[in-house]
T-cell receptor, first 113, second 115 residues
């Protein structure tokens, strides 16, 4: 079985400050980890993924995520938040043998001007 | 990446009726996925649709309620049958990106409201 936890329903951060959105996972075998963003009345947009290799992965719009195997975490980060980053963020995982993604509950990020 | 379109983008339907949602992809793909996102909730996989075979449904979802067609490698439909207000959700189509099987892309979604 595979599962994802996003412990924070809501994250507020001031514009220009660094942001972190937390994600922990549970999966059998090696994890494939993903972050998606959903803007109001829009579908999900792919941000970044970790499959193998460097623990720090970079994605779209200046976002990055750090894979930590010992802590089974894959936190999303950005050095300087923008108001336009305000959206709903989903972490997702699948094992190498699974065909479908399992999503976390989502974290609403609000960047305050 | 794959470009996915869905029709309709939104609809308001009366209980007891059915709605068919279309998903079109700009490239040929083996598997297409249908997800449901209930209000304020995360995404839940309904079924996986493979061309030329019956769709595979996840626990809690049945073919009589959510029949799926997959007539070719670029198109699929999901029907929500005998709707009730509990079916009010966003329904999303998804595929793996061609050539990059680790990346899964989503359509814009169909926002369904059942009154």
């Amino acid at each position: 079985a595979q599962s994802v936890a996003q412990p924070e329903d809501q994250v507020n951060v001031a514009e220009g400050n660094p942001l972190t959105v937390k994600c922990t996972y549970s999966v059998s075998g090696n994890p494939y980890l993903f972050w998606y963003v959903q803007y109001p009345n829009r579908g999900l947009q792919f941000l970044l993924k970790y499959i193998t290799g460097d623990n720090l992965v970079k994605g779209s719009y200046g976002f990055e995520a750090e894979f930590n195997k010992s802590q089974t975490s894959f936190h999303l980060k950005k050095p300087s938040a923008l108001v336009s980053d305000s959206a709903l963020y989903f972490c997702a995982v699948r094992s190498g043998s699974a065909r479908q993604l399992t999503f976390g509950s989502g974290t609403q990020l609000t960047v305050l001007p | 990446s794959a470009v996915i379109s869905q029709k309709p983008s939104r609809d308001i339907c009366q209980r007891g009726t059915s709605l068919t949602i279309q998903c079109q992809v700009d490239s040929q793909v083996t598997m297409m996925f249908w997800y449901r996102q209930q209000p304020g909730q995360s995404l839940t996989l309904i079924a996986t649709a493979n061309q030329g075979s019956e769709a595979t449904y996840e626990s809690g979802f049945v073919i009589d309620k959510f029949p799926i067609s997959r007539p070719n490698l670029t198109f699929s439909t999901l029907t929500v049958s005998n709707m009730s207000p509990e079916d009010s959700s966003i329904y999303l189509c998804s595929v793996y990106s061609v050539g990059i099987s680790y990346e899964q892309y989503f359509g814009p979604g169909t926002r369904l409201t059942v009154t």
